[in-house]
């Protein structure tokens, strides 16, 4: 399996002073950066777009940037955050009407590209796409807000991803995101999960560092 990433969402840290945010977690040593981006269309509410990311790429920030995009359509907003610098970009195949096309759009970007699944949606999107993909990203909450509890029924899922993924022996990142916390990582880790994302449970403590190092402490064991 690949090295594990901790990847901070970006959805809980403070926009007012967001730049900074992103430094310090980048320093306290996240590996990636997850940006949320809500059209309050796809998902019922409303976030950043790609001038935040392009102005965090202006600031300096040289990690990788994970675009998780909860918009529908999607087109447009992948060719905009290629324009902006994004590393990955991860879309839902429900808000994409021609799917290949969408991923391909995004390898010829020069980005690295995923699909997103909800936590009630089946992975059979994923089985003729897999040459297109860099990333699986399962939602183990409903996409919308931070702050949400772990559905544990992702756990399952994961380890049906982990089978898919090791079947066809590509290079493919296996993410999770939503209510992932220091407590509940390790067997989130154990179920196939390479890249985890953690919103409120690194932005809502005071030490940065300390939750991070943790959370690497439980999925090294
Ligand atoms: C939810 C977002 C998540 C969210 C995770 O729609 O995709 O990235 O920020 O937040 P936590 O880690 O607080 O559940
Ligand atoms: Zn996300």
């Known amino acids: 399996m690949a090295d594990p990433l901790i990847a ?3 959805l809980s840290a403070d926009f007012a002073r967001l730049g900074e945010e992103v430094v310090n977690v980048l320093e ?8 949320d981006v809500m059209d309050n269309h796809y998902v019922p ?5 790609p001038m935040v990311c392009s102005a965090l790429r202006k600031h300096g920030v040289t990690a990788p940037i994970d675009v998780h995009l909860m918009v529908k359509p999607v087109d447009a907003m992948i060719a905009s955050f290629i324009e902006a610098g994004a590393t990955y970009i991860t879309f839902h195949p429900e808000a994409s009407e021609h799917i290949d096309r969408s991923l391909q759009l995004i390898r010829d970007g020069g980005c690295k590209a995923g699909l997103v699944f909800n936590p009630a949606s089946p992975l059979h999107y994923m089985d003729y796409v897999m040459d ?5 990203l399962l939602m183990s909450v409903n996409p919308g807000f931070g702050g949400q509890a772990f559905i544990p029924a992702t756990l399952n899922k994961l380890r049906e991803a982990r089978a898919k993924i090791d079947a066809s ?9 939503g209510g992932v916390k220091v407590d509940n990582i390790r067997e989130i880790a154990a179920a196939g999960a390479d890249t985890f994302v953690a919103g409120s449970a690194i932005f809502n403590t005071d030490d ?3 939750t991070i190092a943790k959370m690497r402490d439980q999925i090294a064991l």
């Open 208 to 210: 940065y560092a300390a």
């Open 132 to 136: 297109k993909l860099d990333m699986v």
């Open 28 to 35: 306290a040593g996240a590996d990636i950066v997850h940006f």
């Open 8 to 10: 901070p969402s970006i």
């Open 45 to 49: 509410n409303l976030t950043i777009g």
């Open 169 to 177: 022996g590509l290079p493919i990142r296996l993410e999770i995101d």
